[in-house]
Antibody
Framework: EVQLVESGGVLVQPGRSMKLSCAAS????????MAWVRQAPTKGLEWVAT????????YYRDSVKGRFTISRDNAKSTLYLQMDSLRSEDTATYYC????????WGQGTLVTVSS | DIQMTQSPASLSASLGETVTIECRAS??????LAWYQQKPGKSPQLLIY???SLHTGVPSRFSGSGSGTQYSLKINSLQSEDVASYFC????????FGAGTKLELK
């Protein structure tokens, strides 16, 4: 059974940093590109970043470029999202998901950016 | 950037009815389209990918169609468990989601 378990979401002040993790199991993690998708409270879904299978290629939405870094450790089957210079508009539930179309999702971790 | 316009924003239907939700892309996305169902407090679940391929385990009352810039999701014989929000997503060029359709029972 495919499982994606996110962690690391907390309340943080604007301008600070946070790192999210996503532990994967039940599939060959190194064979799948991975992504982060977020959802602000009562809002729709927004793609944040994608990383290739090897980690050699990364892609970001414009609003997080230069502030967020997606990475992966295939030996540990874990996906990461380093978030720097956080803004109030980054407040959302962050989901870890697989692939080009997002076949499998974690349960999400809530990031709240507020003073 | 590719924009996705989803309609309607909300929909009320009766049990057993057929429901259609539509998405229009701002340019040709060559069937790079997926549909998701999201129930309150839960993660999204993939229903359809490549515009018309049913994801594993999804009931056959769900179907997708379309091409070019116009796509639709059809739910035949609406069941109570289908009450949810539905989102389209293009993955032809990066990723963009539609704003969503909230489906309720009449």
């Amino acid at each position: 059974e495919v499982q994606l378990v996110e962690s690391g979401g907390v309340l943080v002040q604007p301008g600070r940093s946070m790192k999210l993790s996503c532990a994967a199991s039940g599939f060959t993690f190194s064979s799948f590109p991975m992504a982060w998708v977020r959802q602000a409270p009562t809002k729709g879904l927004e793609w944040v970043a994608t990383i290739s299978t090897s980690g050699g290629s990364t892609y970001y939405r414009d609003s997080v470029k230069g502030r967020f870094t997606i990475s992966r450790d295939n030996a540990k089957s874990t996906l990461y999202l380093q978030m720097d210079s956080l803004r109030s508009e980054d407040t959302a539930t962050y989901y870890c998901t697989t692939g080009g179309w997002f076949a499998y999702w974690g349960q999400g971790t809530l990031v709240t950016v507020s003073s | 950037d590719i924009q996705m316009t989803q309609s309607p924003a909300s929909l009320s239907a009766s049990l057993g009815e057929t429901v259609t939700i539509e998405c229009r892309a701002s340019e040709d996305i060559y069937n790079g389209l997926a549909w998701y169902q999201q129930k309150p407090g839960k993660s999204p679940q993939l229903l359809i990918y490549n515009a018309n391929s049913l994801h594993t385990g999804v009931p056959s009352r769900f179907s997708g169609s379309g091409s070019g810039t116009q796509y639709s999701l059809k739910i035949n014989s609406l069941q109570s468990e289908d009450v949810a929000s539905y989102f389209c997503q293009q993955y032809y060029n990066y990723h963009t989601f539609g704003a969503g359709t909230k489906l309720e029972l009449k």
